[in-house]
């Protein structure tokens, strides 16, 4: 079999260069490109050596090698973040491999059961894991966000006390027609002591009919405390929706617990997330500093 060293090491550096960027991206750390090909370049040059000289194929030289990769690439900071920084080195260069090989063995010639390291089948073996790593990678990076941003919600109303799990939106802007008040988005099943006798009525009918019926609710607190608040969408549609005033709302983001006696619990029966991570949308000027509260407190479910 005929070697273009030229190809093989244009092959290497690309891959290489992907292969340190997607763990940059892993470990959070941010590199300059010129540290990734300089990188990538370095491993590319080990890789010809590789197939000339018979020493540089042990384990050892190898680790030694992808050591030094990090250290060109990230330099260095601690022993943990360097071990770190190898681990996931190591992990994106298995799944990238091991795509590589699965889409090798797709066209492997049948007759001889041998594996084809064809240009194109290496190249879309490389474009499916690395794929693969950067969904993962954007997933992870997605619920890691989502997680910081999640406050736990206890709303209080006469007696009637419900918690959940919201997600801060600093672009709900929702408030009352009327008094202005900032409105919490909440789905039916997060709020059943506070529905009441009133969640018959709400099960009943579809969410576009609970403005037009109301009155038949069946639930007095509602009828007393009944807020409605305007609801649009990007694309311009929406409805109104039906909330109802609650005595206090208190919250808990990051350590710090807040406060206020402003605020109106609107239902919905549309589910706000996919896999049940959160029940509701809080507003985030419900967490301002002047309505923080000092000292720990015992939630009461």
């Known amino acids: 079999m005929v070697i273009y060293w030229d190809v093989l090491l244009l092959l290497n550096v690309v891959v290489n260069g992907l292969?340190?960027?997607?763990?940059?991206?892993?470990?959070?750390?941010?590199?300059?490109?010129?540290?990734?090909?300089?990188?990538?370049?370095?491993?590319?040059?080990?890789?010809?050596?590789?197939?000339?000289?018979?020493?540089?194929?042990?384990?050892?030289?190898?680790?030694?090698?992808?050591?030094l990769l990090i250290c060109i690439v990230f330099g260095y900071r601690s022993w943990r973040a360097f071990l770190f920084a190898i681990a996931v080195f190591y992990?994106?260069?298995?799944?990238?491999g091991g795509a590589v090989f699965g889409w090798?063995?797709?066209?492997?010639?049948?007759?001889?059961?041998?594996?084809?390291p064809t240009l194109g089948g290496v190249s879309g073996g490389i474009l499916i894991g690395a794929s693969v790593v950067f969904f993962c990678l954007r997933r992870s990076m997605e619920r890691a966000r989502?997680?910081?941003?999640?406050?736990?919600?206890?709303?209080?109303?006469?007696?009637?006390?419900?918690?959940?799990?919201?997600?801060?939106?600093?672009?709900?802007?929702?408030?009352?027609?009327?008094?202005?008040?900032?409105?919490i988005v909440a789905e039916k099943g997060a709020i059943p002591s506070l529905l009441g006798d009133a969640s018959r009525y709400f099960d009943a009918?579809?969410?576009?009919?609970?403005?037009?019926?109301?009155?038949?609710c069946g639930d007095e607190l509602w009828q007393k405390r009944l807020s409605l608040s305007p609801y649009h969408t990007i694309a311009g549609t929406g409805h109104m929706l039906v909330g109802i005033r609650v005595d206090e709302v208190l919250m808990e983001a990051g350590g710090t617990w807040y406060r206020t006696n402003d605020c109106i619990v609107a239902v919905t029966e549309r589910k706000l997330s996919a896999d049940g991570g959160y029940t509701a949308i809080v507003p985030s000027r419900l967490l301002a500093e002047e309505k923080a509260v000092k000292g720990e407190r015992t939630w009461v479910s």
């Not at 750390?29 to 042990?58: E, K, N, P």
């Not at 206890?154 to 009637?160: I, P």
């Open 146 to 183: 989502r997680t910081s941003c999640l406050v736990r919600v206890t709303v209080t109303c006469k007696g009637r006390r419900d918690t959940f799990e919201g997600l801060i939106d600093t672009g709900n802007m929702l408030s009352s027609s009327l008094r202005r008040t900032p409105v």
């Open 104 to 116: 090798l063995s797709i066209g492997q010639n049948m007759m001889t059961g041998h594996l084809l």
């Open 91 to 96: 992990l994106v260069s298995f799944v990238i």
């Open 205 to 216: 009918r579809k969410e576009c009919e609970w403005v037009r019926d109301i009155a038949l």
């Open 19 to 67: 292969i340190l960027f997607l763990t940059s991206v892993a470990v959070g750390i941010r590199a300059s490109w010129l540290r990734i090909w300089l990188g990538a370049l370095a491993g590319g040059c080990y890789v010809l050596a590789d197939g000339i000289i018979a020493m540089t194929q042990g384990v050892l030289v190898r680790v030694v090698v992808s050591a």
